[in-house]
């Protein structure tokens, strides 16, 4: 095989190949094709190796994203959970303040305060002349810190005014047992304590009690709180109703045309008990009044013209 090379000058030179050259160049110019084949291909595969990792890069990022939304949403939720929590604590708190403002009020009318000399329905008067600034600008703490400071607060209010009102309402009910006054709205004394001349015999006799004339069916009324003992007739006494005050004091009204309490029956100063009458040993309508201390019969008169504590 003979192989001629030209240069650009027009030279020429002569090859003449032998069997064996010959075989070996036919191998490298048929093993030049399929190189490039194999190179091809494994760059194509890298490419398709390029292509797989780019799927999982993007399956990745797709986690991460839905990742993110679930931290977002979880974290939404959480901030509307102590939104509403933070929401119920004010209304609580809002609900106890117009409670504190309607026991003050109450408080206010039962010391008999002067209109505006003490009212829960408007905030405290304060203020002052300016003065110099004795540091920096207030910084409020956390917001949760106020409510928990608020709550203290109220809490500490309540006890104060709890306490007030449980020493008010002892008062008030020590007054209310307080024995005094007259049984009847209307009425005059018609017989004392002590020794008198009986109406139906004439006979210097003892009186237990006193007695109020007045209108037939007219006003029978307790002279302190208490519990109604007895509730019925008894002889010589007509319609009868006692009551039992505590600390040893007890009342009795007799002569009553109608009762109009029962044994067991809770009741309280100036209440209507019964209605004047003229039953039993009675000359006409009237009420006999009567005091027991310590089961003796005591002068009614010093608890009828007694003055309140």
């Known amino acids: 095989m003979r192989i001629i090379l030209v240069n650009n000058r027009g030279c020429s030179r002569q090859f003449v190949l032998s069997g064996w050259t010959r075989a070996l160049l036919s191998i490298c110019f048929l093993g030049l094709p399929l190189g490039i084949g ?3 291909g494994q760059q194509a595969h890298e490419i398709n190796n390029d292509g797989i990792l780019t799927e999982d890069a993007s399956q990745a990022w797709k986690k991460m994203l839905t990742d993110q939304r679930r931290d977002v949403d979880q974290v939404k939720k959480e901030s509307e959970s102590r939104l509403s929590a933070i929401t119920l604590r004010m209304a609580e708190l809002q609900a106890r303040l117009v409670r504190l403002d309607a026991l003050g009020e109450r408080l206010t ?3 008999k305060l002067d209109n505006g000399e003490f009212s829960f329905g408007q905030p405290p008067a304060v203020g002052g002349p300016e003065t110099d600034s004795l540091g920096e600008t207030y910084q409020p703490p956390e917001f949760i810190g106020i409510i928990n400071q608020l709550a203290d607060q109220i809490n500490d209010r309540e006890q104060q005014l709890d306490t007030l009102e449980a ?6 009910v020590q007054q209310d047992v307080f024995v005094a006054g007259r049984p009847v709205l209307k009425g005059w004394m018609s017989s004392r304590y002590g020794r008198r001349t009986d109406p139906f015999n004439a006979k210097v006799a003892w009186h237990n009690g006193v007695d109020f004339a007045g209108k037939l069916g007219s006003d ?6 208490g519990v109604i003992i007895e509730s019925g007739t008894r002889n010589g006494y007509g319609g009868m109703i006692k009551i039992n005050h505590g600390n040893g004091l007890q009342t009795r009204y007799a002569h009553n045309k109608t009762n109009l309490v029962k044994v067991g029956d809770v009741v309280k100063k100036g209440q209507v008990i019964a209605l004047m009458g003229s039953t039993g040993r009675s000359t006409g309508p009237h009420v006999h009044f009567e005091v027991y201390k310590y089961g003796r019969p005591v002068d ?10």
Not at 167 to 172: A, N, Q
Not at 220 to 225: K, Y
Request: net charge positive; no cysteine; proline share 4%.
């Open 38 to 40: 194999i190179y091809l």
């Open 109 to 111: 009318t039962m010391a």
């Open 167 to 172: 020493l008010m309402t002892e008062r008030s």
């Open 220 to 225: 029978i009324i307790a002279v302190a709180s």
């Open 300 to 309: 009614p008169a010093a608890y009828i013209n007694r003055t309140h504590r």
